[in-house]
């Protein structure tokens, strides 16, 4: 990415904020699953060609 690049401004705002997002998504969404609710959910990120890891 360039210093023009139209993306630049938005990655500038993205980036100092994934760590907030990542612990928000974590305390909100995944902690609160239980062991089944996780099966599950691996079992559908697995049909999506995701894995809850990669979102980490």
């Given at each position: 990415?360039?210093?023009?690049?139209?993306?630049?401004?938005?990655?500038?705002?993205?980036?100092?904020?994934?760590?907030?997002?990542?612990?928000?998504?974590?305390?909100?969404?995944?902690?609160?699953?239980?062991?089944?609710?996780?099966?599950a959910l691996a079992r559908i990120?697995?049909?999506?060609?995701?894995?809850?890891?990669?979102?980490?």
């Amino acid at each position: 990415m360039g210093e023009r690049s139209p993306i630049r401004p938005g990655y500038a705002v993205v980036v100092p904020a994934a760590p907030t997002h990542v612990r928000a998504v974590r305390q909100f969404v995944l902690d609160p699953l239980t062991a089944a609710d996780q099966q599950a959910l691996a079992r559908i990120a697995a049909k999506l060609r995701i894995r809850p890891v990669d979102l980490a």
